[in-house]
Each structure stands twice: as structure tokens, then as C-alpha cells.
Antibody
Framework: EVQLVESGGGLVQPGGSLRLSCEAS????????MSWVRQAPGKGLEWVAN????????NYVDSVKGRFTISRDNAKKSLSLQMNSLRAEDAAVYYC?????????????WGQGTLVTVSS | DIQMTQSPSTLSAFVGDRVSITCRAS??????LAWYQQKPGKAPQLLIS???SLESGVPSRFSGSGSGTEFTLTISSLQPDDSATYYC????????FGGGTKVEIK
């Protein structure tokens, strides 16, 4: 069974940093692009970033470029999102998401999410 | 950037009704359109990809159609378990989502 388990969310002050992690199991992690998708409270979904299978290519939504960094460790089957210079508008549930094989950002398995709150 | 527009934003219908949700892209996206279902407090779940391809395990009452810039998700006979918010997402360039359609049971 595919499982994606996020951790690392919490309360952080504006301008602060937070690192999210995702542990994957039940599939060949190194074969899939992986994404982070977020959802602000009561709002819709926003794709945030993704990373290629071998970690050599990353993509970001414009609003987080230069502030967020996605990374992965295929040996540990883990995905991370380093978030710096956090703003109030970054507050959201962050989902770790698997992209389908050869799919181009079809998001076929989701974790349960971790909540990030940005407030002073 | 490609903008995705869903309508309606809310839909209320009876059990057994046929309901449809429309998703429009701001530019051509071929058939690169996915639909997701999200229930309150839960993560989204992929229903349909490539505009028409039903994911394994998804009930056959769900179907997708369209190509280019206009797409439709149809539920042929609405069931109580279908009460949820539905999102479209283009996977042609980037991965932008529509604003969502909340489906309620009357």
C-alpha cells in the first residue's frame, strides 16, 4: 500500500523558517517525480513545487521561488521542503504528493498533510 | 501561466440526479486535465486523468470529457457518498488547479 506521511508543520513567525518532511513507502520512490501541494484554510489547492526522480530538476510556483527548496533522498525514501522567509500567505496544509509514472504532474497519491501556521 | 476556471462553484442536487461540472482553461491544454475529489478534512483523491481516463477503483458513474480548453466532469447518478469538493487541474504546463466545485446533496 502506498503511504506518504508528512511531518514538520507547526507555528512559525513571519520571516521564519520551517522544514517539512515526507516519508514514503509501498512503492518505488526513486521512479517518481514528487510534488508538494498546499491548501490555505478554507481555500483551494495550489501546486507548490516538484522534483525529478534523481533530484536533478526542480520546479516551483512563482510565489515561492527563491524562498522554498524541494529536495529528496532516494536511499531514505524521503522528500523535504525547506521554507524560508515565510509569509502569512504561506499558511496552509502542505501535502506530499506522488506524480504518476510518466505523467507530467498527474497527482495520483497524496499524504494526509501537515499544517503550517504563520503568525506572530 | 494557465488559469483554470470551474463552474459552478456550488451545486446542489438530489440522489440519482445527473450532474456536470465544467472546467475551462485559459489556453490550449490538449487532453491534459485531471479531476480530484476532496472530502472535508481529507486529502484529495485522483478520479480522472488525461481528461477521460478513470482511475482504478473509481465508480463508473464518474466520467470525464473534453479537450482543448473546455472539459466536463459528469456524475451520472449522484450518490450520498459523492458529497465533496471537486477540483480540476491542468497537467499540460505546470499544474494549476481550478477553484473547486462543492457538490451538496439535497
Amino acid at each position: 500500500e502506498v503511504q506518504l506521511v508528512e511531518s514538520g508543520g507547526g507555528l512559525v513567525q513571519p520571516g521564519g523558517s520551517l522544514r517539512l518532511s515526507c516519508e514514503a513507502s509501498g512503492f518505488t520512490f526513486s521512479s517518481h517525480w514528487m510534488s508538494w501541494v498546499r491548501q490555505a484554510p478554507g481555500k483551494g489547492l495550489e501546486w507548490v513545487a516538484n522534483i525529478k526522480q534523481d533530484g536533478t530538476m526542480e520546479n516551483y510556483v512563482d510565489s515561492v521561488k527563491g524562498r522554498f527548496t524541494i529536495s529528496r533522498d532516494n536511499a531514505k525514501k524521503s522528500l523535504s521542503l525547506q521554507m524560508n522567509s515565510l509569509r502569512a500567505e504561506d499558511a496552509a496544509v502542505y501535502y506530499c504528493v506522488r506524480e504518476g509514472l510518466g505523467s507530467g504532474r498527474i497527482l495520483d497519491r497524496w499524504g494526509q498533510g501537515t499544517l503550517v501556521t504563520v503568525s506572530s | 501561466d494557465i488559469q483554470m476556471t470551474q463552474s459552478p462553484s456550488t451545486l446542489s442536487a438530489f440522489v440519482g440526479d445527473r450532474v456536470s461540472i465544467t472546467c475551462r482553461a485559459s489556453q490550449y491544454i490538449s487532453s491534459s486535465l485531471a479531476w480530484y475529489q476532496q472530502k472535508p478534512g481529507k486529502a484529495p483523491q485522483l478520479l480522472i486523468s488525461e481528461a477521460t481516463s478513470l482511475e482504478s477503483g473509481v465508480p463508473s458513474r464518474f466520467s470525464g470529457s473534453g479537450s482543448g480548453t473546455e472539459f466536463t466532469l459528469t456524475i451520472s447518478s449522484l450518490q450520498p457518498d459523492d458529497s465533496a469538493t471537486y477540483y480540476c487541474q491542468q497537467h499540460y504546463s505546470g499544474g494549476s488547479f481550478g477553484g473547486g466545485t462543492k457538490v451538496e446533496i439535497k
